[in-house]
């Protein structure tokens, strides 16, 4: 499978603890983002790389989680102290962003989710 | 600010009838919008893109500048068209986020 790839898929912790999530993009891809999604809602922006620089952040993205992308490749999301309300499906996307291309936007390719419930 | 709104959560039908799903959007510039589409239990997947005027899987959307809308729709619906629908609305000048919709879930039914 080359699409985006996420781990884990399936994350049940107690409130307080930290966790961290992975997703691999496409690896062409040089733009990854990361949403979440609650139930009975579509998928809210939480942050996005271009390369390894994090260029936005939304303002859901309180001090307790923090993103990174040391290497330009894969991302992980790191949440502290998780509380019950974090409890969501945790959405990676990659797109190819070619300078000077036609659109201001290129397709976003989402992966399958990492599902938190925090307890 | 930006906004998507889809008023339908569910939306039923039967097999072979039209389907018109509804999206409202509020952007003060001129937009890009989008619809994904979320079959049962896979990934959320691009459909179709206003400024490609195409039609994906007898799907077509029209963007109305004046009563800001983008409405996708389907002449006649099949059964493998049951899935969760998101309009989303593409990132202004200096954003590169999606905003989307609750979305409507599509029930067709044989």
């Known amino acids: 499978d080359t699409g985006v790839s996420q781990n884990p898929r399936h994350k049940i912790t107690k409130r307080g603890q930290n966790v961290t999530f992975r997703c691999d993009p496409i690896?062409?891809?040089?733009?990854l983002y990361w949403y979440r999604q609650t139930l009975g809602q579509g998928p809210e922006f939480l942050t996005y790389?271009?390369?390894?620089?994090?260029?936005?952040k939304s303002r859901l993205l309180s001090d307790r989680f923090s993103a990174e992308r040391p290497k330009g490749s894969f991302s992980t999301l790191e949440i502290q102290r998780t509380e019950q309300g974090d409890s969501a499906m945790y959405l990676c996307?990659?797109?190819?962003?070619?300078?000077?291309?036609?659109?201001?936007?290129?397709?976003?390719?989402f992966g399958p989710g990492t599902r938190l419930t925090v307890l | 600010a930006q906004r998507v709104t889809q008023p339908e959560k569910l939306l039923s039908v039967f097999k072979g009838a039209p389907v018109e799903l509804k999206c409202n959007y509020s952007?003060?510039?001129?937009?890009?919008l989008f619809w994904y589409v979320q079959y049962s239990r896979q990934r959320l997947q691009l459909l179709l893109r206003?400024?490609s005027r195409e039609s994906i899987k007898g799907f077509t959307a029209d963007l109305n500048k004046g009563e800001t809308s983008f409405h996708l729709k389907k002449p006649f619906a099949q059964e493998e068209d049951s899935a969760m629908y998101y309009c989303?609305?593409?990132?202004?000048?200096?954003?590169?986020?999606?905003?989307f919709g609750s979305g409507t879930r599509l029930q067709v039914q044989p």
């Open positions: 996307a990659s797109s190819l962003f070619l300078r000077g291309g036609p659109s201001s936007y290129n397709e976003q390719f």
């Open positions: 690896s062409e891809h040089n733009r």
């Open positions: 790389f271009q390369n390894e620089a994090q260029l936005e």
């Open positions: 952007y003060s510039g001129s937009p890009e």
């Open positions: 206003h400024i």
């Open positions: 989303a609305l593409g990132p202004p000048p200096g954003r590169r986020a999606l905003t």
